[in-house]
């Protein structure tokens, strides 16, 4: 058929879900208000999970890619026309809604966020939900207090996605930033795209005591389990932490002491529901606090028929920076 479309479609073979690629029409695609040509999507952690078949979608048959950027085709809602340039970040996308894995989609309205002017489609991509994330957790931390004058601010899982981004934004916000990787070979891009410092997981780790020695201003961790019980232990009086991923363990095996004797914050950040007042401001202060000329050393772009090799990766912490995924 003349108007099919590739799409990356999981759905259940032999009671596995399993990825891979299938021709759509706008017909197959769900009954919502914008239609949207796009351009291109981005690979997350998540989406790992989605293309490995390890229980992100949960409905089936499910369209992967959490994010998608691209040109509205139709649009039934007021607030959006033909021509305009949209991204969209989560709202379930590649969970319960179908996402960006696609060449087409149709979204909910009220999902969408107008491309700043300061990015073109593949910026918004290349920052994504890692870089939206990122910035989600800088401004945790900025209401919480947390000041560059107060001291050093670590940044966990430093060489993945939400880690590079994160990295970046509070060094050019003038934050001391340093870096905790598990990969040595990341050292130099790490300092090159603003830290400090890098320090190895087991550094991070500090003693392994539940109140340790005081270190940090504030944190960003995308790791989770004893690395976010080791951060906890050694942040600073009344310093705050922002909470954003699970990349080594959703567990958190801690005590309430840095809570209680040290006035520690541990703040959740959440990209997937996030409401749009808060995606705005976080879009806005990307289009100033972002040097995109870091984007040379950042990210690389890929094919969409990569996809399925390129999530095993990233569940494997084997991916550096970011990847935009061209759809078409
Ligand atoms: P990436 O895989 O790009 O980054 C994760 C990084 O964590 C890796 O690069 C690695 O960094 C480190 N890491 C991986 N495995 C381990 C381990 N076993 N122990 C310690 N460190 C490890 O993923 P993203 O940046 O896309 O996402 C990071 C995390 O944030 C994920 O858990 C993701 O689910 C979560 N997330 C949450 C969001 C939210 O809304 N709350 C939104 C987006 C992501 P290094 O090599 O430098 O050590």
Redesign the pocket.
Known sequence: MTDSFKALVIDDVDGKQVAGFRDLTVADLPDYDVLVEISYSTL???DGLAVCGKGIARRRPMVGGVDLAGTVLESASPDFKAGDKVLVN?FGLSETEWGGYSQKQKLKSEWLVKLPEAFSMHDAMAIG??GY?SMLCVLALEKAGVKPEDGDILV????????SFAVALLAKLGYRVVA????EE?HAYLKKIGAAEVIS?EECLGSGRPFDKERWAGAID???SK?LAAVLAQMKYGGAVAA?????GNDLPTTVLPFILRGVSLLG????MAPMDKRVEAWTRLATDLDTSLFADMITTEPMSNVIDLGAQ?LK?Q?QGRVVIDVN
Do not use: E, H, P, W
């Open positions: 997350n952690y998540k989560g939900t890692a994330t966990t899982g430093a060489a993945g996605g939400v880690g905790s990787t598990g990969r990341t997981r995308s790791v989770g690395t954003v991923g699970l990349a080594g950040v959440d990209s997937v990233i912490g991916i």
